[in-house]
């Protein structure tokens, strides 16, 4: 079956988002699912159901929008949404165009015609064609996609469609409409012949009127046939385009799914995935000579691929849609502004935060200016920047700009509305960052309840709150409770959404960590090796996730002293965040980690460069690190330390020591309170007796012991609050 419901990867390193779209909506699955499939029964899913999705992808072609709209699936709880798409029917096309207010203004203008002539295009045949497709019966759908397709191209050929009746009105309505070229020549005629007659008598009567009066007459005559020549040549644009875009749709989409070796034919169990990549090609050709209708195919595309998490695919089209709506519509249009942030939301995806924070800064101020403050567009932008700005560990920008967001949602839509409540759970981890952890425990204790309230306990949003509510718990040394919130977290989303969902691997990897907080590696490191496992074949073995992952396992196999272990490990998960995040502060963090495990195993060679590394990129980014994690800096001199006394150089130990000033000292992580004091007085006093023995295997083995005695005993710095950062067309959420 063609997968149209395929939910969204998350390079993004998505939780809540996977479910949410423009400023806060619906995406994924739901979307696209039939009804027979929102029943969870399979006896009732075939590929009937892929009817259904192509009905839906042709339905938000022609209308800008999916049958179930995103912005009404925000508030409602998912049985709520299982329901509508089970019983309510979608309006037709034309009627959804006409209802659409400011998005019929924006499609009518980009496809160079009037409103009126818009949705009157869209009405009669288009209407059975999509509607037929989404009939909630699937035994009154199309039977295949071939027969779908012959349909759309009986409607461009200007033949009777099946999806009507069969009338002889409709049938003569359709032959005046294929010889529409003969009839309006002689309906032109007809009406000269009237104008002309009409024109003559009254020459007649009012001949001795000023020639003036008469010139004016004339001149107004001329600019009514010039009116009329172009609202004549916007209605055939608007056609044209409209049959380029149905063509593509036909030909190239649906054209994925015939039998292998038929023209443009994958086979009957093609992917949405391999639909999209078969067809991009062949876009510039097809729409050639229509920029406009290029531009929203590219950006549609650019969208789908962002949802699929492949944010560098995404890149490519969204990049040619902002320049042709750029190029044609002007730098300010909503269309070319949209555009932009959905392009800055994919660099910011692929971790390329150089180029998205421009681009969001860019389309903030376009967007404040043409919309004001407080438009939803504009508080969306604000609030992708903000998140960006977290992102890159620019605290004191990212901050004010959510509380400026916030209050302009408490005064615009209320304390406890959805948007309200999804700004205070992206507010929160940023005061985790720097390090006002009971302002966040109680911002998201407050989301926390407003969220069950108004979406119910089992709705993705209030999994999310929970999720980062328990890793301000962790960062707040309250170990235990946060267990109990992680656990209660994984087994909603498990439930609701799926073990392999990225949210729930999400949740999975967190409560790892919390183990390996609590001392329980081997704990943490079974459940890291099933959340490896599902994210390698879940998003692909370079994925930055999986590069995480890997990471913290490395560093649960080191404290259980599995050295060599370790080392690939640690080295694997390296690999991938040089690739993906080079300058993100846990890569250089995880340098400081494999410097430690190669130290545990004698390699001094080895273990100096990847130490003095580690140590120089995590002081380089030391502002971007989050204050309960700046601790890490100092451990990493301290590992040097070590190396050189390990290594019998003394000097170079002194010198590190004197780097180590009570100010840097003073970073060490402040919680684990007696657990923390015994390990430090255990490695002092284990330190000063390995260095007063000879160079003997036992000295080695107790010089390792006192390198597990120092590494700190949890890995929460790799939990949700600084990695499910996610964002969207719109609002953004962690």
């Given at each position: 079956?063609?997968?149209?419901g395929?939910?969204?990867?998350?390079?993004?390193?998505?939780?809540?988002?996977?479910?949410?779209?423009?400023?806060?909506v619906?995406?994924?699955?739901?979307?696209?699912?039939?009804?027979?499939?929102?029943?969870?029964?399979?006896?009732?899913?075939?590929?009937?159901?892929?009817?259904?999705?192509?009905?839906?992808?042709?339905?938000?072609?022609?209308?800008?929008?999916?049958p179930l709209?995103?912005?009404?699936?925000?508030?409602?709880?998912?049985?709520?949404?299982?329901?509508?798409?089970?019983e309510?029917?979608?309006?037709?096309?034309?009627?959804?165009?006409?209802?659409?207010?400011e998005?019929?203004?924006?499609?009518?203008?980009?496809?160079?015609?009037?409103?009126?002539?818009?949705?009157?295009?869209?009405?009669?045949?288009?209407?059975?064609?999509?509607?037929?497709?989404?009939e909630?019966?699937?035994t009154?759908?199309?039977?295949?996609?071939?027969?779908?397709?012959?349909?759309?191209r009986?409607?461009?050929?200007?033949?009777?469609?099946?999806?009507?009746?069969?009338?002889?009105a409709?049938?003569?309505?359709?032959?005046?409409?294929?010889?529409?070229?003969?009839?309006?020549?002689?309906?032109?005629?007809?009406?000269?012949?009237?104008?002309?007659?009409?024109?003559s008598?009254?020459?007649?009567?009012?001949?001795?009127?000023?020639?003036?009066?008469?010139?004016?007459?004339?001149?107004?005559?001329?600019?009514?046939?010039?009116?009329?020549?172009?609202?004549?040549?916007?209605?055939?644009?608007?056609?044209?385009?409209?049959?380029?875009?149905?063509?593509?749709?036909?030909?190239?989409?649906?054209?994925a799914?015939?039998?292998?070796?038929?023209?443009g034919?994958?086979?009957k169990?093609?992917?949405?995935?391999?639909?999209?990549?078969?067809?991009?090609?062949k876009?510039?050709?097809?729409?050639?000579?229509?920029?406009?209708?290029?531009?929203?195919?590219?950006?549609?595309?650019?969208?789908?691929?962002?949802?699929?998490?492949q944010?560098?695919?995404?890149?490519?089209?969204?990049?040619?849609?902002f320049?042709?709506?750029t190029?044609?519509l002007?730098?300010?249009?909503?269309?070319?502004?949209?555009?932009?942030?959905?392009?800055?939301?994919?660099?910011?995806?692929?971790?390329?935060?150089?180029?998205?924070?421009?681009?969001?800064e860019?389309?903030?101020?376009?967007?404040?200016?043409?919309?004001?403050?407080?438009?939803?567009?504009?508080?969306?932008?604000?609030?992708?920047?903000?998140?960006a700005?977290?992102?890159?560990?620019?605290?004191?920008?990212?901050?004010?700009?959510?509380?400026?967001t916030?209050?302009?949602?408490?005064?615009?839509?209320?304390?406890?509305h959805p948007?309200t409540?999804?700004?205070q759970?992206?507010?929160?981890?940023?005061?985790?960052?720097?390090?006002?952890i009971?302002?966040?425990?109680?911002?998201?204790?407050?989301t926390?309840?407003?969220?069950?309230?108004k979406?119910?306990?089992?709705?993705?949003?209030?999994?999310?709150?929970?999720?980062?509510?328990?890793?301000?718990?962790?960062?707040?040394?309250?170990?235990?409770?946060?267990?109990?919130?992680?656990?209660?977290?994984?087994?909603?989303?498990?439930?609701?959404?799926?073990?392999?969902?990225?949210?729930?691997?999400?949740?999975r990897?967190?409560?790892?960590?919390?183990y390996q907080?609590?001392?329980?590696?081997?704990?943490?490191?079974?459940?890291?090796?099933?959340?490896?496992?599902?994210?390698?074949?879940?998003?692909?073995?370079?994925?930055?996730e999986?590069?995480?992952?890997?990471?913290?396992?490395g560093?649960?196999?080191?404290?259980?002293g599995?050295?060599?272990?370790?080392?690939?490990?640690?080295?694997e998960?390296?690999?991938?965040?040089?690739?993906?995040?080079p300058?993100?502060?846990?890569?250089?963090?995880?340098?400081?980690?494999?410097?430690?495990?190669?130290?545990?195993?004698?390699k001094?060679?080895?273990?100096?460069?990847?130490l003095?590394?580690?140590?120089?990129?995590?002081?380089a980014?030391?502002?971007?690190?989050?204050?309960?994690?700046?601790?890490?800096?100092?451990?990493?001199?301290?590992?040097?330390?070590?190396?050189?006394?390990?290594?019998?150089?003394?000097?170079?130990?002194?010198?590190?020591?004197?780097?180590?000033?009570?100010?840097?000292?003073?970073?060490?992580?402040p919680?684990?309170?007696?657990?923390r004091?015994?390990?430090?007085?255990?490695?002092?006093?284990?330190?000063?007796?390995?260095?007063s023995?000879?160079?003997?295997?036992?000295?080695?083995?107790?010089?390792?012991?006192?390198?597990?005695?120092?590494?700190?005993?949890?890995?929460?710095?790799?939990?949700?609050?600084?990695?499910?950062?996610?964002?969207?067309?719109?609002?953004?959420?962690?």
């Amino acid at each position: 079956m063609i997968d149209f419901g395929v939910a969204k990867a998350t390079d993004q390193r998505i939780t809540e988002q996977t479910m949410m779209t423009q400023y806060g909506v619906i995406v994924g699955t739901l979307e696209y699912m039939s009804p027979e499939q929102a029943a969870f029964s399979a006896l009732g899913v075939d590929t009937r159901s892929d009817i259904y999705a192509l009905g839906v992808v042709l339905y938000e072609l022609l209308t800008g929008s999916t049958p179930l709209e995103r912005e009404r699936l925000q508030g409602a709880s998912y049985a709520e949404i299982l329901e509508w798409i089970k019983e309510r029917e979608p309006p037709r096309p034309s009627t959804r165009l006409f209802a659409s207010g400011e998005r019929l203004e924006i499609l009518s203008g980009q496809r160079s015609t009037e409103p009126a002539r818009l949705t009157k295009l869209m009405r009669g045949e288009l209407d059975w064609i999509v509607m037929r497709a989404l009939e909630k019966d699937r035994t009154r759908r199309y039977e295949t996609a071939s027969s779908f397709a012959r349909d759309v191209r009986h409607f461009l050929d200007g033949d009777p469609v099946e999806a009507c009746p069969p009338s002889a009105a409709y049938r003569l309505r359709k032959l005046a409409r294929k010889h529409r070229a003969a009839l309006v020549t002689a309906a032109g005629f007809a009406a000269l012949l009237v104008v002309g007659a009409a024109v003559s008598t009254w020459q007649a009567i009012a001949a001795r009127r000023a020639e003036v009066r008469a010139t004016f007459e004339a001149r107004a005559a001329l600019d009514a046939k010039a009116k009329a020549t172009a609202e004549s040549q916007k209605a055939r644009h608007s056609a044209a385009q409209a049959e380029a875009v149905l063509s593509f749709f036909q030909d190239q989409l649906l054209a994925a799914a015939r039998p292998e070796g038929q023209e443009g034919g994958l086979g009957k169990d093609v992917t949405l995935r391999q639909a999209v990549d078969a067809a991009e090609p062949k876009i510039a050709a097809a729409f050639s000579d229509q920029p406009g209708a290029e531009a929203a195919i590219r950006h549609t595309l650019g969208s789908s691929y962002s949802f699929l998490g492949q944010p560098t695919l995404a890149m490519r089209q969204l990049q040619r849609a902002f320049e042709l709506r750029t190029v044609r519509l002007g730098p300010d249009h909503p269309d070319t502004l949209t555009t932009q942030n959905m392009l800055a939301l994919a660099y910011q995806a692929a971790g390329r935060l150089d180029r998205a924070i421009p681009l969001f800064e860019q389309t903030l101020a376009a967007r404040t200016a043409r919309l004001g403050a407080n438009h939803p567009d504009t508080l969306t932008t604000q609030n992708d920047l903000a998140m960006a700005y977290r992102e890159a560990g620019r605290w004191d920008q990212a901050i004010p700009l959510f509380e400026r967001t916030l209050a302009a949602q408490k005064a615009r839509l209320g304390v406890d509305h959805p948007y309200t409540l999804l700004t205070q759970n992206n507010l929160a981890p940023a005061y985790q960052a720097v390090g006002q952890i009971d302002r966040a425990i109680a911002l998201l204790q407050e989301t926390l309840a407003g969220r069950t309230a108004k979406l119910g306990a089992d709705h993705p949003s209030t999994f999310s709150t929970q999720n980062n509510l328990a890793s301000a718990y962790q960062a707040a040394g309250q170990v235990d409770r946060a267990i109990t919130v992680f656990q209660r977290t994984l087994a909603g989303r498990t439930a609701r959404l799926g073990v392999d969902h990225p949210s729930t691997l999400t949740t999975r990897h967190d409560l790892a960590c919390a183990y390996q907080g609590r001392g329980d590696s081997a704990g943490a490191e079974a459940m890291l090796r099933d959340v490896l496992a599902a994210r390698q074949k879940k998003l692909g073995g370079q994925h930055p996730e999986v590069g995480r992952t890997l990471a913290a396992l490395g560093q649960s196999l080191l404290k259980q002293g599995r050295w060599s272990q370790s080392e690939a490990t640690l080295r694997e998960g390296l690999a991938i965040l040089e690739a993906k995040r080079p300058d993100a502060w846990l890569r250089s963090d995880t340098q400081v980690w494999l410097g430690a495990s190669l130290l545990a195993q004698k390699k001094y060679t080895e273990a100096e460069p990847m130490l003095l590394a580690g140590y120089e990129g995590l002081k380089a980014r030391e502002a971007r690190i989050p204050v309960p994690s700046r601790y890490r800096l100092a451990e990493a001199g301290e590992r040097l330390v070590q190396l050189y006394e390990a290594w019998d150089q003394q000097e170079k130990a002194r010198e590190w020591r004197q780097k180590m000033t009570p100010a840097a000292q003073a970073k060490t992580k402040p919680r684990d309170g007696p657990i923390r004091f015994f390990w430090s007085a255990f490695a002092s006093r284990a330190a000063s007796l390995a260095r007063s023995l000879p160079a003997s295997r036992a000295s080695s083995s107790l010089r390792s012991v006192v390198l597990i005695a120092r590494l700190k005993p949890t890995c929460t710095d790799w939990t949700s609050p600084f990695l499910s950062i996610s964002t969207s067309r719109g609002m953004a959420s962690a």
